[in-house]
C-alpha cells in the first residue's frame, strides 16, 4: 500500500532530524530550524543534506506521483517534496538568514514552494482537513501563516519550534488527506 511509503518517510524524517541534532553541539530543536542541520559548515552537513533531506524531497514527490489521492493532495505531496529536495541541493547560511549567499536565496525559494505551495493545497482541500468542532479549517490555515512568519524571524527565539509545529501540522495534514 502506497500510504506506507508515507509513513516510512515521515519515520525517516523525524528519526534523521533527531540524529543529526543530537551529533551537532548547542543545537536547539526549539530555537534552530530543521535546515540549520545541513548549512553551509555543519557538523555532518554533507550527510544531512544527502542522507537525509535529499531522500525525503525524492520520496515524497515519488509519492505524489504513485498516490491516488485527489489532485491537490497529491500537489501538496509535491510542495513537500520540492521543498526538502531544494534544501538538500542550496543548504542554507549558517543561522539561515532571509538573506545571503545565492545557495541561501534558492534555499528559501524552496522553503517558499513547500510553505506556501503546501497551504494553497491545504486551502483547496479545507472540506477535507482533520479539524475538530472547535477548530475551523481557516483557522489552521491562519496559524500555519503565523508559524511560517515566526520561523522566517532568524532573531525569534522559537523558530525551530514555530517551523516544526508547520513542517507537523502540513505532513499531518498530507497523512490525513491521503486516506480520504
Not at 489532485?71 to 517534496?81: D, E, P, R, V
Amino acid at each position: 500500500m502506497i500510504i506506507a511509503l508515507l509513513y516510512t518517510v515521515i519515520i525517516f524524517l523525524v528519526s534523521g532530524i533527531v540524529y543529526f541534532a543530537f551529533q551537532r553541539p548547542c543545537y536547539s530543536h526549539l530555537k534552530h530550524t530543521i535546515s540549520e542541520l545541513g548549512e553551509e559548515g555543519a557538523v555532518n552537513s554533507r550527510a544531512a543534506n544527502l542522507g537525509l533531506f535529499l531522500p525525503v524531497g525524492l520520496l515524497l514527490i515519488l509519492f505524489g506521483m504513485l498516490s491516488s489521492g485527489n489532485a491537490n493532495t497529491k500537489a501538496l505531496s509535491f510542495c513537500l517534496g520540492a521543498g526538502y529536495l531544494i534544501s538538500a541541493l542550496f543548504p542554507c547560511d549558517p543561522g539561515s538568514p532571509l538573506g545571503g549567499s545565492t545557495n541561501q536565496t534558492v534555499h528559501n525559494i524552496g522553503g517558499f514552494i513547500e510553505y506556501a505551495g503546501g497551504i494553497y493545497f491545504l486551502n483547496r482541500n479545507r472540506h477535507l482537513l482533520l479539524t475538530t468542532n472547535f477548530i475551523e479549517p481557516l483557522w489552521i490555515i491562519g496559524f500555519l501563516v503565523v508559524c511560517i512568519i515566526l520561523t522566517s524571524l532568524p532573531g525569534f527565539k522559537l523558530r525551530g519550534l514555530s517551523q516544526r509545529i508547520l513542517e507537523a501540522i502540513l505532513f499531518g495534514q498530507l497523512l490525513w488527506l491521503s486516506y480520504q
